[in-house]
């Protein structure tokens, strides 16, 4: 089953730290947008995922201007992480990211569809075959 999540446009990667004497800090919009998507969080209350999943990222344009699509996934993809939704955002855990403009959504809709489930791992254990199919799917969960 797919875990849906809607958060505010994110901003770019290229926007989301500046730099100071003494390194790298957030900058102040991105503070703002991680203020506005946990306030987005605790609304939907959405499911966490464990395991590998493929993540559906689509975003509404929200004015004229020339992006890249691809500098909007960071933020959205963190604070996943961060807030326990997804594992990881490596490859051990993201097998596929879709990214896509959208008009029927506000802002950012994130979709985390899980690659192996509990009910169809239960329901392969009984299998006409007998094999232990549930112990086949954690051996490849482990290994991806």
């Known amino acids: 089953m797919s875990t849906v999540l809607r958060l505010p446009f994110p901003p770019s990667t290229n926007n989301l730290f500046i730099n100071?004497?003494?390194?790298r800090i957030r900058s102040q919009r991105y503070d703002y947008w991680l203020m506005e998507a946990r306030v987005d969080l605790l609304r939907q209350r959405p499911a966490k995922v464990g395991g590998p999943v493929?993540?559906?990222?689509?975003?509404?344009?929200?004015?004229?201007?020339?992006?890249d699509l691809d500098n909007l996934a960071k933020a959205p993809l963190d604070f996943l992480v961060s807030h326990g939704l997804i594992e990881a955002d490596n490859n051990s855990v993201v097998r596929k990211i879709n990214l896509a403009w959208s008009d029927e959504v506000e802002g950012c809709r994130i979709t985390i569809e899980p690659l192996f489930s509990v009910a169809s791992a239960s329901?392969?254990?009984a299998s006409p075959d007998?094999?232990?199919?549930?112990q086949a799917a954690l051996?490849?969960?482990h290994r991806a």
């Open 123 to 125: 329901a392969s254990q």
């Open 20 to 23: 100071v004497k003494k390194g």
């Open 54 to 67: 493929n993540l559906t990222l689509e975003f509404k344009e929200p004015d004229k201007r020339l992006r």
């Open 130 to 134: 007998g094999q232990d199919h549930e």
């Open 139 to 141: 051996h490849i969960r």
